[in-house]
């Protein structure tokens, strides 16, 4: 079993910057890729950066320049500046991992932490 913790949500002003942090924990051989998703009331969840180990990271058009994504070992950061009203819903953490030798890659979400971006 594997275990997203996420944390670094809350009230910003326009303009302001934010940092998330999600730690991945529990079985884990190997994380292929982690990335933040957000989700809006009412809307699908959608890909805010997808970074695929080693790779370079795939960022959502809407958050290029503004957002950074980074990782050190099991943990991934989102550092959010320039922050827009539309950039206020809850975030997403996700992994791939495996959790075992020769054992398939199975993705895992955090529970979500809210971001409000209000004046």
């Known amino acids: 079993q594997v275990q997203l913790v996420e944390s670094g949500g809350g009230l910003v002003q326009p303009g302001g910057s934010l940092r998330l942090s999600c730690a991945a924990s529990g079985s884990i051989f190997s994380i292929n890729a982690m990335g933040w998703y957000r989700q809006a009331p009412g809307k699908q969840r959608e890909s805010v950066v997808v970074q695929i180990s080693g790779g370079r990271p795939n960022y959502a058009d809407s958050v290029t320049g503004r957002f950074t994504i980074s990782r050190d070992k099991e943990t991934v950061y989102l550092q959010m500046n320039s922050l827009k009203p539309e950039d206020t819903p809850v975030y997403y953490c996700?992994?791939?991992?495996?959790?075992?030798?020769?054992?398939?890659?199975?993705?895992?979400w955090g529970q979500g932490t809210q971001v409000t971006v209000s004046s």
């Open positions: 996700n992994a791939v991992v495996v959790t075992e030798w020769r054992a398939q890659a199975r993705g895992y």
